[in-house]
């Protein structure tokens, strides 16, 4: 057949009919560049038109009118998401704001991220443009031709690393302080939505954007929750605030499917999407599923996507050799589209996964689909089956865990600490997460401290949070790095990062610095390199045995004696009642030895004092390296003891009654019964041990209530097998705890101080009416966060005390406002226990929080100091028992000197127990060995408790 084609080409009226050709030929054309000329050629208005003579009859084919914009949008599927060619050669940045000036930040030492995260450049940056425009030595000449004037920062060899990057946060679609109308994190619509987007929930006005830029956090990605099995997309966020003050000018290269597909422009690469996925108990719970209804919601899902993607994939295979007969338009559904992207390797799925057998599911999934998966979050197995998450589809994907959060529900009970380090070492990309606002992402850094604590090498600790979730996130070639070229996102640190603590003095996004005013405390010197860590190798292969179940309790308590040697400090309890006193500190090397026998020093001093107690026979000795003895610590807030796994309440004592909520059966007294934490008491819960561990030897825990009325408080040792055992009770009933607010109750606060103020000034029925009425002895205890709930109790006790003519014990805790009376709680003795020890403003009760620096000089618990409050330390939940000894340094950290380490020690020990009745005499104290350092010290390690509560000393 003689076919010869004939090119005609005519401009377009307008008319959306489509042309009439009988056939059209095609030549392969590169690509992009042919198309967009084409694509152009289209959008000007004009047509094609293709005529041929046959042999014989005229047959006729109607070409689309949108013929080439269809193949345009064909080849597009082939390509793979990224930046356009071009975006390294920007000048300027799509976010650069008018009239940000230039800044030369000099003499910085910048870890840039560069060659494994091992590349640190001593030198200069120069930002402009919403970029970083220099790093090292930057000429005159280039700084001459800055258009603006120049805003220039001496860094003074400060450490300078890039914006802290979150893979994982809800900030805006759950904002602080938490209120009913905004939270907008998970639609209970169905198992499996791809077509939801959390950008629609993103509220502007979340506390948290301002806070978490002060701990060095610049971008974030906003997920759905994890209540469905597909919660839906995701969106990449820079934190600052922008002119438009929009959600939308928050997104950091949103992808191009944000708008409608026909505004968009095919002939681009197409930018990377995120999308949710869950597996295991949230989907499980949600909609009542098992984990088999589950995996069927995710296969039909994936198989209609599948489908829609087989009728594109033929209708482009036509389109493209220009077989237009019949072939109508392009197969999409609205709803469908984003998972047929996933199909497509278009998108970073991040699944939120825990356990082996969800993760064996999810990889079958991926097998039988065909997609790859960018990280699975939380993640808490990941590291028992390294060689599972090599069998993923495509690529082995990234592990987005917490430091030591874990065993708050079921399928968090294997996590361990050391899962970062054995992912890294199985070569398997770890990153650390904050699910803000599970975790405050102001403090994301700090995940990596403690990841690097358990062994994570420096390098991955800080990748962890910067390049490796950029990477994972597919913005690896704008922000994550400092390097020419890039986002000019990045934080000056006061300390080097990985420093316990480390808070920055100055946070850049788009070349905007975040901090107007900074208050910086200068940090020791020590602080400025990376600081040594403790070998764990031996709890690291531990881990792995046991499938993250390893044996907790001390591997030996000793009843003999104990010689521990090289002791570079002693700080013990005071024997004249409060506090904390150094009892040693060597000068130079003059190292002490302490003797330890049934459990009580019994001999201690430098060169020869206790030589006659070293050829005691079965003598054990400890070498503690120039480590420390320091006082044990003591845990408060929690369920410690009452609960082994939060999410299990078969794993614990169960809640007590709350008479302002339901009346309680008279055959346990009624409205009289005042319920004693004791008799619910376990022992050897794995946080417990955990705690133990790490130097916290006593637990106060009061009653688990939902509601007003708690119950008397017990104090016991986390390191007891069970009750019976010698000293597993330190103090039967420690205090009568109420609580006073909104948090899930009905009745007023009004209401509950009238129940308060009835409970202690009338006679009351029972044990209710005994304890109450003995608030001069036994301390009353009150969790209440806002300011005018403090201010209400502390004229309540006023009341009270004028009118028994007693003096009234109260503690506050809580008191995330108390700050702001800080004066009058001073004057009227009462002290606080701050919960959690670095505050968030999670509820409208919590909101006034005084954050600390760099945002205001005091932080709450020195203010709270400085006007004679004592003040402890608190925690939420149970798991960060064992990171009271950081909480402690940190609160002490951040005073710039204005809390001693004898003070910091004694905030989560001696004052704890005197705010909350403990009574324990000096000499029956516990005290902590450390080895290599003292207890606040990263270096440092815990290796045994003298404990005269229970005549042994305790070793690990
Ligand atoms: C950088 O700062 C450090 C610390 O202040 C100082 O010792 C050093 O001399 C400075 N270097 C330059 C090149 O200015
Ligand atoms: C979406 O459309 C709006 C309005 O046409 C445009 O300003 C914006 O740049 C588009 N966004 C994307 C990501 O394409
Ligand atoms: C705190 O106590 C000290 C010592 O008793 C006293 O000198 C100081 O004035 C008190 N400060 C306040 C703010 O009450």
């Known amino acids: 057949m003689d076919k010869k084609a004939v090119l005609d080409i005519e401009h377009d009226d307008g008319d959306t009919a489509e042309w009439l050709a009988r056939r059209r030929t095609r030549r392969h054309r590169p690509w992009p560049i042919v198309a967009l000329a084409l694509l152009t050629f289209f959008v000007l208005g004009t047509h094609i038109h293709l005529t041929h003579s046959g042999a014989g009859t005229q047959q006729s084919v109607r070409i689309p009118v949108n013929a080439e914009a269809i193949q345009t949008r064909c080849e597009n599927l082939k390509l793979q998401p990224g930046p356009p060619p071009t975006f ?170 944000l708008n409608r597909s026909d505004a968009m422009d095919w002939s681009l690469p197409p930018r990377w999407r995120q999308m949710k996925h869950a597996c295991g108990e949230n989907p ?32 482009c295979e036509k389109a493209l050799r220009d077989d237009w007969a019949g072939l109508g338009a392009f197969p999409d559904d609205l709803q469908w589209e984003a998972l047929v992207d996933v199909l497509r390797g278009r998108v970073k799925v991040q699944i939120h996964c825990y356990e082996a057998v969800d993760l064996d599911d999810i990889i079958r999934l991926t097998n039988e689909f065909k997609f790859p998966v960018a990280a699975f979050h939380h993640a808490h197995e990941t590291y028992l089956v390294p060689d599972l998450l090599k069998k993923a589809y495509g690529q082995v994907p990234a592990s987005a865990l917490f430091a030591t959060n874990a065993r708050y529900k079921r399928e968090a009970y294997r996590g361990s600490e050391f899962a970062q380090k054995i992912l890294a070492d199985n070569g398997i990309q770890v990153v ?140 013990v309890r005071s024997e004249e009642g409060e506090g904390v006193v150094s009892a040693f500190d060597a000068q130079r090397d003059e190292l002490a030895t302490i003797v ?61 009654y709350d008479p302002l909520a339901k009346s309680v059966p008279n055959i346990v007294d009624g409205d009289a019964t005042l319920i004693r934490a004791v008799d619910g008491l376990q022992f050897a819960t794995r946080d417990a041990y955990l705690g133990y561990r790490a130097g916290v030897t006593v637990g106060i825990t009061a009653p688990m209530s939902g509601g007003f009325l708690s119950g008397l408080s017990t104090a016991f040792g986390l390191g007891s097998a069970h009750k019976l055992q010698k000293g597993a009770l330190v103090q039967d009933i420690a205090a009568v705890h109420v609580s006073v607010g909104h948090m899930g109750r009905t009745p007023s606060v009004s209401t509950q101080i009238a129940t308060l103020r009835r409970l202690l000034l009338e006679v009351g029925e029972g044990e209710v009416g005994s304890r109450f009425k003995d608030v001069a002895d036994l301390t009353l205890v009150v969790e209440a966060q806002s300011a005018d709930i403090i201010s209400t109790l502390l004229q309540l006790k006023k ?158």
């Open 596 to 656: 330890a026998q049934s459990g009580k020093i019994t001999c201690s001093g430098i060169k020869n004092a206790c030589a006659s107690f070293l050829g005691t026979p079965d003598a054990e000795f400890v070498n503690l390296k120039g480590g420390a003895i320091s006082p044990g610590l003591v845990s408060f807030g929690s369920p410690m003891g009452l609960l082994e796994i939060q999410g299990e309440i078969s794993t614990g004592d169960g809640y007590v």
């Open 432 to 571: 650390m997460k904050s699910d803000h606002p599970v975790q405050n992402s102001r403090y994301l850094l700090y995940e990596a401290q403690q990841a690097h604590y358990y062994g994570l090498p420096d390098n991955l600790a800080l990748a962890a949070v910067t390049t490796t979730p950029a990477q994972i996130m597919g913005m690896d070639h704008r922000i994550g790095y400092i390097k020419e070229g890039y986002d000019a996102d990045l934080v000056i640190w006061d300390s080097h990062p990985l420093a316990l603590g480390a808070t920055p003095k100055q946070v850049f996004i788009d070349g905007i610095a975040q901090l107007t005013s900074p208050h910086t405390v200068q940090k020791p010197e020590s602080f400025q390199k990376v600081p040594e860590t403790p070998d764990f190798s031996s709890e690291v292969a531990d881990a792995i045995k046991y499938e993250g179940l390893p044996p907790l309790a001390p591997g030996k308590s000793v009843e003999g004696t104990v010689v521990f040697t090289n002791v570079r400090s002693v700080t």
């Open 799 to 956: 009341e009270v005390e004028g009118n028994t003519g007693t003096v009234m014990k109260l503690t506050i805790t809580g008191a995330s406002e108390a700050h702001l009376i800080a004066k009058d709680l001073g004057d009227a003795n009462v002290g606080v226990v701050v919960v959690p020890s670095r505050p968030f403003p999670y509820s409208w009760e919590h909101r006034r929080i005084l954050p600390g620096p760099p945002l205001t000089r005091d932080s709450a618990i020195s203010l709270l100091l400085a006007h004679n409050v004592t003040v402890g330390i608190g925690i939420e939940e149970a798991w960060s028992a064992r990171n009271t000894r950081f909480d402690a340094a940190w609160a002490a950290l951040e005073a710039a000197g204005d809390i001693t380490k004898t003070q910091a020690l004694a905030l989560a020990s001696s004052n704890l127990e005197k705010l909350l009745g403990l009574e324990v005499a000096a000499e029956q104290a516990d005290l902590v060995a450390t080895e290599a350092g003292d207890m606040f010290d990263l270096r440092s390690k815990i290796v045994g408790v003298i404990s005269p509560r229970k005549n042994v000393v305790d070793l690990f």
């Open 88 to 257: 390294n050669t920007r000048k300027s940045s799509d976010r650069f704001t008018l009239g940000t000036k230039p800044t030369l930040i000099k003499n910085a030492t910048i870890w840039t991220g560069r060659v494994n995260g091992l590349e640190i450049i001593k030198g200069d940056i120069l930002l402009d443009r919403g970029l970083i425009k220099g790093v090292g030595p930057i000429s005159a000449d280039v700084l001459h031709n800055l258009d603006e004037e120049l805003i220039t920062i001496d860094a003074k060899g400060a450490w300078v690393s890039p914006g802290i990057v979150d893979l994982h946060s809800h900030i805006g679609d759950d904002p602080a302080p938490e209120l009913s109308g905004a939270e907008d994190d998970n639609s209970l619509k169905g198992v499996a939505q791809p077509w939801l987007r959390a950008l629609d929930g993103l509220n502007t006005h979340d506390d948290s954007y301002h806070l978490s830029i002060s701990g060095g956090l610049t971008t974030s990605l906003i997920l759905p929750g994890s209540a469905n099995g597909i919660g839906g997309q995701g969106f990449v966020i820079k934190l600052r605030d922008t002119a438009e003050r929009t959600p939308t000018s928050k997104l950091l290269e949103p992808p191009f499917t």
């Open 284 to 315: 499980r719970r949600m909609y009542k599923n098992t984990r088999m209804d589950n995996m069927w919601a995710f296969r039909e899902v994936y198989d209609k996507a599948r489908k829609i993607k087989e009728e594109q994939d033929v209708y």
